[in-house]
């Protein structure tokens, strides 16, 4: 009995260690399912707590989205929705290793539309 004790116990600390390097932030509850799905899959590699490069951090963290005061995230929206309409993001460097991150003509127009009425909703609300 003692051992299977201590077996469960090893397995549950494994499993939070593990849980604590996961790449993926906890942001389902944040987004709508399928922009968390294209964020996810475009963006969040470089643009969450845990990712390498700061620069990316300091644009946007989408693992602190809700820690943003509302004017930052409507500024933040606002970037969002340029630069991928723009195709700067993800940028080509970032894509020539992950091609499958490259944003759709549908996605960009799904993003585009987000973040436009999200920060809509956000200015009525401020």
Not at 52 to 67: G, I, M, R, T
Not at 70 to 93: A, C, F, N, Y
């Amino acid at each position: 009995m003692k051992k299977q004790l201590v077996l469960f116990l090893a397995i549950g600390i494994l499993f939070l260690f593990v849980q604590s390097f996961s790449p993926e932030p906890p942001i389902e509850d944040v987004f709508p399912e399928e922009i968390t799905s294209i964020l996810k899959t475009s963006c969040y590699e470089c643009h969450f707590t845990g990712a390498s490069s700061d620069k990316a951090l300091k644009a946007v963290n989408f693992d602190n989205w809700d820690e943003y005061r509302t004017t930052k995230q409507i500024g933040l929206l606002s970037d969002i929705g340029k630069v991928t309409e723009e195709r700067k993001m993800p940028p080509g460097k970032y894509l020539d290793n992950k091609p499958d991150a490259e944003l759709s003509d549908t996605q960009i127009k799904q993003l585009a539309e987000w973040t436009q009425q999200e920060a809509d909703k956000l200015m009525q609300g401020n």
